[in-house]
């Protein structure tokens, strides 16, 4: 099947040069963001043929797809919204990837009934980061607001999920919001998740950060937490700094 039958109305294919891997992408539906490339690049290298790995909230699959390379073993992208999830699904037939890929169309609250608990190596999560309340401003678009706002699930459900899918000593790995944090540490450590690595991203030099990084471990050992060296998305300029095109672009640019 060639490219242009892969896409639907308003779709297009983008491409993370860093990792050869095309994404379909519609922007009145889904698409990815910084923020994915970031979660991607902050996980920890592992070859295990055997790994299972699972994406919640996968959107159109593209963190999982970014970790082909640095991951062994088989994904799981589970994804609530049928459009999305179907993007996933031809996405990872562009990338001839579908002996290792496949896409649950469902609620993360039903995982367990596709995924047994206590069975992953590796959980990954780009969640809604805002919580839906009456004076939370939504997006009219259901299908983004869906994506942005904590309408379907919320943070207590992603941590629970992520804790009960883990097998004991497997990985966890969140992005999110630093002005949550504190609801973020709090929420791990009660699921039995060890908070080990965290990491900032600024948007400039001189701004607060906007996004953090959590690396965690099921059933870790308390304290150990590892807080590295922040990441500055743009130069005072407004271009990309040298990591950001590197994750993007690799030696293309």
Known sequence: MDNDNLLKTDERIDQLYSQDVQIIQNPHCFAFS??????????????????????????????GLFLHNKLGGHFTEVELQKPIANMAERTIKLNH??????????????????????????????????????????????ALAIARHEITTNLTMVVEKMSGLLKMNGRGYLVHRPDRLAEILTELTSHRLAPKRIRFIHPKPDRE????LIEVIKDGGNGGIRIVPPLVVNQSNGEYGAEVQQLLYGDKK
Not at 106 to 119: A, E
Not at 128 to 139: C, D, L, T
């Open 97 to 142: 990837l579908e002996e290792r890929y496949d896409v649950l169309n469902m609620d993360i609250k039903d995982v367990y009934n596709k995924i047994p608990k206590d069975s992953a190596d590796i959980v990954l999560c780009n969640p809604p980061y805002f919580p839906n309340n009456e004076h939370s401003q939504k997006n009219p678009n259901r």
């Open 209 to 212: 950060a906007n996004i953090v």
């Open 34 to 63: 910084l923020d994915a490339v970031l979660l991607a690049d902050f996980v920890r290298p592992n070859k295990k043929r055997q790994a299972k790995i699972v994406d919640l909230c996968a959107g159109n699959g593209a963190i």
